[in-house]
């Protein structure tokens, strides 16, 4: 069955610093990928998608992804991480083979200190 | 990328007693989905709404305890019925288009509590 492995429940990174966030999926096909923030008390926000091609791709407010498909991973990455960035995150999966439905992960609460 | 609101953005709801949430988007879009948010968990899908005809639900969702209606490509309404505290959760809606469903966009969640 599909999967998609979150391993961080909360991280804490000082202002500044360089931030990942790691998830990992399990699938029989050619997964779209996917990464989605949520802040306290608001629904998900797409950061960033990958479908094919360049596997390194660029997200909004400064977030990056790269596709390793020998490791099955699909990692978040910011350089330089500011306040607002406090919140939750999520990897979701979906492919073609397997209809519309996309399969998140569990969710890592990312907390940022000054 | 289309905007989408819910309707209520939140409730206090007694056991027993049902609740309609209303999504709106102000764009045609090919798919519709309901998703389930328990309390400290990631999302669930519920089912995809389907324009025209019966929604199609995920393993574990029946439709007598969560009907969803689709009368349009632009609206969808998820009905929790009888509802007891086991149903407090954020219930989010997102849409997708046909060839890129699997890329959806999601409205901003309606937290519901069962007292």
């Known amino acids: 069955a599909q999967s998609v492995t979150q391993p961080d429940i909360h991280i804490t990174v000082s202002e500044g610093a360089s931030l990942e966030l790691r998830c990992n999926y399990s699938?029989?096909?050619?997964?779209?990928l996917f990464w989605y923030v949520q802040s306290p008390g608001q629904g998900l926000q797409l950061l960033l998608k990958?479908?094919?091609?360049?596997?390194l791709v660029q997200g909004i407010k400064g977030f990056e992804a790269e596709f390793k498909r020998s490791q099955s991973s699909f990692n978040l990455r910011k350089p330089s991480v500011h306040w607002s960035d406090a919140a939750e995150y999520f990897c979701?999966?979906?492919?073609?083979?397997?209809?519309?439905?996309?399969?998140f992960g569990a969710g890592t609460i990312l907390r940022v200190k000054s | 990328s289309a905007v989408i609101s819910q309707k209520p953005s939140r409730d206090i709801c007694q056991r027993g007693t049902s609740l309609t949430i209303q999504c709106q988007v102000d764009?045609?879009?090919?798919?519709m989905f309901w998703y389930r948010q328990q309390p400290g968990q990631s999302l669930t899908l519920i089912a995809t709404?389907?324009?025209?005809?019966?929604?199609?639900?995920e393993s574990g969702f029946v439709i007598d305890k969560f009907p969803i209606s689709r009368p349009n490509l632009t609206f969808s309404t998820l009905t929790v019925s009888n509802m007891s505290p086991e149903d407090s959760s954020i219930y989010l809606c997102?849409?997708?288009?046909?060839?890129?469903?699997?890329?959806?966009?999601f409205g901003p969640g309606t937290r519901l509590t069962v007292t």
């Open positions: 997102s849409v997708g288009h046909s060839g890129r469903s699997y890329e959806q966009y």
């Open positions: 699938y029989g096909a050619t997964p779209y």
């Open positions: 990958y479908f094919s091609g360049d596997t």
């Open positions: 979701a999966v979906g492919a073609r083979e397997y209809g519309n439905k996309l399969v």
């Open positions: 764009s045609q879009v090919t798919m």
């Open positions: 709404a389907n324009q025209g005809s019966e929604a199609t639900y």
